[in-house]
């Protein structure tokens, strides 16, 4: 019997699901398992190998390169080949470069590692996923974008328990073979059921409805080309947002522990303030996945940036401890920015025709600006003994990512969104008009 009949899994169930439940061993084992776990490992190394903290973050450096360099290349890639073909190759390299860290013995083999898991990784952390739940569902799309995204923190807080015992029991070395296995053994498997769109199977997106009831072809994927969307205004509006959100998530993130010490608590109450936002991050996706169902992307990541602004605030004022941790959990709501609401406004402005390319390149800026946000916020307490001058800075950053969004949805009033089709029928009608041989 034919695993996949009628665009169904089995002949019973729609394979929309199919590719949810692999999207999220994808991000469980990826994003949670190998990047968000990954500096579990800074403190052990740095005393067994004898690295200053600044120089095992290098590792870091090198994957910011990694992956501002390759993601654009990853979006055309993966929109061209076979997508289970370019995922298996990238979760080969990613893994060897994850298992080959218990070999390290100078600190320049980190700095290798961190670009090959940057550059890899761009084929496997969040575009691949996003890419596939925007193709394969319609109907509460948000609300799946929700799941698949919270399944990397759900599992970094399972994994970092995991990983702390293999290293205080056998070591840092057995540590990072282990997570390079682990994340093999799993996403190779998942990748393989996977499917670029539906219509790769004879069938159409989870809660797809036809506007003619008789019509029964399968849907084409509208969008604005590559070319139009990177001239447009709202092209680099996102881009800039992509990148206030990556420069948020890192500014505060990287220095939070330090902050919660220098305003009087101990590095336990810290260390429990990280884990506030953590679980807030959790909750958030699942809260914001449903809300962009509900009432609109635009409008839910503008409540988003009100809330992110209103926990940093917290942070500046609120110095009880429970309010703190009340600040934490909303600050928590920033993880969702580039996990849930970037993919879907890229796709709500954009469309899906060309997604994945254009998804990429606007990522680029998640790179650019998260590669040194920890660095400036670092040097704005050297020099001025606070941390709050760059949390007013933050804050202001929010106000102006909301402009952003909102200019955005202004231009998208003048992009056309046309389909494959559409778009082969003015390149036959302009070869036709000017005489030229039709290819």
């Known amino acids: 019997m034919a695993i996949i009949r009628d665009g169904k899994l089995l002949g019973k169930y729609h394979y929309a699901f199919v590719i949810m439940i692999c999207c ?26 004898g690295f200053l903290r600044s120089e095992i973050s290098t590792y870091m450096t090198g994957y910011f390169i990694g992956t501002t360099l390759v993601t654009p290349i990853a979006g055309k890639i993966l929109t061209k080949y076979n997508i289970r073909v370019v995922m298996s190759i990238a979760i080969t390299i990613l893994a060897a470069s994850v298992a080959s860290m218990a070999l390290g013995g100078v600190l320049v083999h980190w700095q290798i590692a961190g670009f090959f898991v940057g550059a890899a ?56 073979a282990f997570v390079g296995i682990a994340a093999f053994a799993v996403i190779l498997p998942a990748v393989q059921l996977l499917r670029k769109k539906p219509s790769d199977i004879g069938t159409v997106p989870y809660g797809y409805v036809p506007e003619d009831e008789e019509d029964h072809s399968l849907p084409n994927m509208r969008g604005v080309s590559v070319k139009r969307a990177v001239l447009s205004i709202a092209f680099w509006c996102l881009f800039i947002f992509a990148g206030i959100a990556s420069f948020i ?26 884990s506030a936002q953590s679980v807030g991050s959790v909750f958030d996706k699942f809260l914001m996945g ?3 169902d509900k009432i609109g992307v635009q409008r839910t990541t503008m409540i988003e940036l009100v809330v992110i ?7 500046i004022t609120l110095h009880n401890p429970v309010l703190l941790a009340i600040s934490a959990v909303m600050f928590g709501v920033q993880d969702s920015l580039m996990s849930v609401s970037l993919p879907l406004l890229i796709r709500e402005i954009f469309g899906s ?68 089709a559409d778009a082969q029928a003015v390149t036959k009608a302009v070869l036709e008009e000017n005489g030229l041989p039709q290819r």
């Not at 602004?309 to 942070?315: D, P």
């Open 24 to 49: 999220c061993l994808v991000q469980a084992f990826g994003m949670g398992l190998i990047l968000n776990c990954g500096s579990l490992f800074y403190v052990p190394v740095c005393e067994d190998m």
């Open 121 to 176: 990784g761009s084929c496997i952390f969040v575009l691949p996923s996003a890419t596939l739940v925007g193709n394969w569902f319609i109907k509460r799309r948000g609300f799946i974008y929700g799941i698949v995204m919270a399944c990397s923190s759900i599992s970094a807080a399972v994994f970092s328990q995991v990983i702390s015992l293999i290293i205080l029991n056998i070591g840092w070395r057995a540590a990072y």
């Open 249 to 274: 998530h890192g500014g505060i993130e990287q220095h939070m522990p330090g902050y919660i010490e220098s305003i009087g608590f101990t590095a336990s109450f810290a260390a429990l303030i990280v």
């Open 290 to 292: 449903w809300l962009n």
């Open 309 to 315: 602004a209103l926990g940093i605030i917290g942070f």
């Open 353 to 420: 025709r060309n997604y994945t390319q254009i998804h990429a390149w606007i990522r680029t800026g998640v790179g650019l600006f998260g590669s040194f946000s920890g660095v400036l916020v670092g040097m704005s307490y050297d020099s001025l003994g606070s941390f709050v001058p760059a949390f007013v800075i933050l804050i202001g950053t929010c106000v102006f990512a909301m402009g952003c969004v909102a200019l955005a949805y202004w231009d998208k009033r003048k992009l056309v969104w046309t389909t494959d």
